[in-house]
């Protein structure tokens, strides 16, 4: 295996650390070969989703898995902005949502909806 050698004096870069970690992923898929052990898709898309809101957790912007297909994925990443203009949308809709509710229940829509 080759040898990472962490300085506890220094900061390390996204891309150094995704350096380690494909070090040492190399490393136990060297030695996966003496176990027979099965991950399931959930497994595995589990496993990468922790990862990445791990990573998330330093950077600017968002790292997700999104599902293109069943069983396909793809690593996406948005920017700051990109989140913002996502989460005004997503607010937009259910205020519309709330609104429409509100005038099947009543039989009129609220000023703000």
């Known amino acids: ?26 490393a136990v898929k060297e030695k996966s070969e003496h176990c027979d052990f099965q991950y399931t898709p959930t ?10 809101g791990y990573v998330n957790q330093n950077v600017t912007g968002e790292f997700a898995l999104r599902r293109l297909e ?6 996406q990443y948005r920017t700051e902005e990109a989140q ?6 997503k607010l937009e809709d259910e205020v519309r ?4 509710y509100l005038e099947k229940l ?3 829509r609220p000023p703000w909806g």
């Open 1 to 26: 295996m080759n040898h990472i050698n962490l300085d506890k004096d220094k900061s390390y870069t996204l891309a150094e650390v995704v350096e380690f970690v494909q070090k040492t992923l190399e």
């Open 84 to 89: 913002k203009q996502r989460a005004a949308r």
């Open 43 to 52: 497994d595995v898309y589990w496993l990468l989703h922790d990862m990445l």
């Open 97 to 100: 949502q709330t609104a429409t």
């Open 70 to 75: 069943k069983g396909t994925y793809r690593v």
């Open 106 to 108: 009543t039989g009129r």
